[in-house]
């Protein structure tokens, strides 16, 4: 659901990566800035200023995408002839 009046602060920061996996338009979109793309990333911005935290592009919020490799050790014998 798209929000009536453009958010700001953490609630903009919260709204943008809940939305982040649509990608940046519908974020724009829900966050409350419609359309205007270059708002967006400004208020995001001054957001993550004013938490703190670096926020440079739209993209700095986003997960990055998870080691497709299972975690684990490896279990081997120490030679041929022993398990």
Same mark, same amino acid.
């Not at 997960?63 to 041929?80: F, K, L, M, N, Q």
């Given at each position: 659901?798209?929000?009536?009046?453009?958010?700001?602060?953490?609630?903009?920061?919260?709204?943008?990566?809940?939305?982040?996996? =649509?990608?940046?338009?519908?974020?724009?979109?829900?966050?409350?800035?419609?359309?205007?793309?270059?708002?967006? =990333?400004?208020?995001?911005?001054?957001?993550?200023?004013?938490?703190?935290?670096?926020?440079?592009?739209?993209?700095?919020?986003? =997960?990055?995408?998870?080691?497709?490799?299972?975690?684990?050790? =490896?279990?081997?014998?120490?030679?041929?002839?022993?398990?």
């Amino acid at each position: 659901m798209a929000s009536s009046a453009p958010l700001t602060g953490a609630e903009l920061i919260d709204c943008a990566r809940a939305n982040g996996k =649509e990608g940046i338009v519908a974020a724009c979109q829900r966050c409350g800035y419609g359309e205007d793309l270059t708002a967006f =990333e400004q208020a995001l911005h001054q957001a993550g200023d004013h938490i703190g935290v670096a926020i440079n592009h739209f993209e700095d919020l986003l =997960e990055p995408p998870a080691d497709t490799r299972a975690e684990g050790i =490896e279990v081997a014998p120490d030679s041929y002839n022993q398990l």
